[in-house]
């Protein structure tokens, strides 16, 4: 009977899990962290949950600290963000983001990768 | 006499597991996340729920006696920097040739204050007052008839802020914990039945101390390279963790030195929870006989839940605006 208890008190906190939003975490960017890539024309960061549009953002700068790009969440998919670029120089880049998931936990983070002629 | 060597160092053995069942804290530091640890508590305070933390091992006595302990600890936020935890633990005793004992250790109550947050350099401290209160538990199983309080301070660093040269230690995180464990009363008087002398237990000030050394496969593929390993290897985090007591006070005639474990193990994080499996290794002959492990589930309420019980009671659990980077 303790034993039944346990178990439903647990289904019920793992399936009320599956109902609610977590802290969102950079599952994923294009291109790929730590990366060497050609001129992109844009930066795309995949997260593990949907955003609050109004606050995040994402910045690209370069190695000199200068921004050359400033990204928000993409309308089509509130779990993408997206910063447009004309052709990048090359050179080490840095993307800087700070988002806010729609449960309201706030999270940031960066990464760089290089372009290459 | 076996048994009087067995009761002496079950306190000993559970000051070091005890100390293990504070694990805690949802913790996220600019670009860090420290998961909860199971041997030395986390920086943080957090709304969460370890349920259960396993743990089993042979005891520091001549003749070792085998000790299951099972834990749970539920954590409260009060505001978003103040929380609350309470604790409790069985624990299962069987001695050689002797019949075994169970019962629950004293509850354990901690008071814990997140004071310094400094995320561009994923720092964090923390100071609480931590209370095993007296007589809650059961002294067949080692829980003592007095109460402790052990006020100490938490640290936590991220080494992010690294430069790109040293990109591969980037995922490296440290936590540190020390304490001062002072108990309510000075001794336990008592009369031997056979010989009628007065025997005179002192209960010793500890210095308690730990701490962890971790590499978050989290933040190496989302800060440094993505590897594109399978994403069940980009949930883990390897960690090594340790926990030390040693006596510094009203010890005179104990016979009690420092005692502690080494504890090598990995944490699987999840988005709503997380597991994690340790090995339990005593650094000498007093803090246990042979190897022994843990284990621990640990749910993050503040996700689980984060509109009701996974709030704080008081404020905003986030502080809503638009991203303002810093140089």
């Not at chain 1, 950079?26 to 955003?51: I, K, N």
């Not at chain 2, 402790?148 to 992010?160: E, L």
Request: proline share 7%; with cysteine; net charge negative.
């Amino acid at each position: 009977m303790h034993a039944t208890r346990f178990v439903t008190f647990l289904l019920m906190l793992v399936c009320g899990g599956t109902l609610a939003q977590a802290h969102a975490y950079l599952d994923h960017a294009s291109p790929l962290v730590g990366s060497v890539v050609s001129a992109p024309s844009e930066v795309r960061l995949w997260f593990t949950q949907a955003l609050e549009p109004r606050f995040s953002a994402a910045q690209l700068r370069s190695s000199s600290g200068a921004v050359v790009g400033s990204g928000a969440v993409d309308p089509a998919n509130p779990k993408e963000m997206v910063i447009r670029v004309r052709a990048l120089p090359p050179g080490k880049y840095k993307v800087k983001w700070k988002i806010l998931s729609v449960d309201t936990h706030r999270t940031e983070g960066d990464f760089g990768f290089e372009v290459r002629p | 006499m076996r048994k009087s060597l067995m009761l002496a160092a079950v306190p000993v053995a559970l000051g070091v597991i005890m100390s293990a069942s504070g694990a805690s804290a949802h913790c996220f530091v600019g670009g860090r996340f420290f998961p909860a640890t199971l041997g030395a508590d986390d920086p943080c305070v957090a709304d969460e729920l370890s349920l259960p933390t396993v743990s089993g091992f042979k005891t520091g006595d001549d003749s070792p006696t085998r000790q299951l302990d099972v834990s749970v600890e539920y954590s409260k936020r009060i505001t978003e920097s103040f929380g609350i935890s309470i604790g409790s633990t069985w624990t299962h005793l069987r001695p050689p040739g002797m019949p075994s004992a169970s019962g629950f250790q004293n509850v354990e109550t901690t008071f814990k204050y997140q004071f310094l947050t400094v995320p561009e350099h994923e720092f964090v401290m923390s100071a609480a007052l931590a209370v095993e209160w007296g007589n809650t538990g059961a002294a067949g199983v080692g829980a003592e008839s007095f109460t402790t309080y052990t006020p100490t301070i938490f640290m936590g660093k991220g080494f992010g802020d690294l430069p790109d040269t040293l990109s591969w230690l980037r995922p490296i995180g440290v936590t540190a914990q020390v304490g001062y464990a002072i108990p309510s009363s000075s001794a336990t008087i008592s009369i031997d039945p056979d010989s009628g002398d007065t025997i005179i237990d002192n209960h010793p000030r500890f210095l308690r101390y730990g701490g962890s050394l971790q590499y978050s496969m989290p933040f190496l593929k989302s800060a440094v390279v993505d590897l594109q390993l399978p994403d069940f290897f980009n949930h883990l985090i390897p960690i090594v963790e340790w926990n030390f007591q040693t006596p510094v006070g009203n010890n005179f005639n104990t016979g009690i030195g420092t005692t502690g474990t080494v504890n090598p193990g990995v944490i699987w994080v999840g988005n709503y929870f997380q597991v994690a499996l340790e090995a339990i290794v005593p650094v000498n002959r007093a803090s246990g006989s042979g190897v022994g492990a843990m284990a621990q589930l640990h749910f993050y309420l503040d996700d689980i839940f984060p509109t009701t019980i996974g709030k704080p009671i008081f404020g905003t659990a986030a502080n809503q605006g638009r991203p303002i980077f810093g140089n």
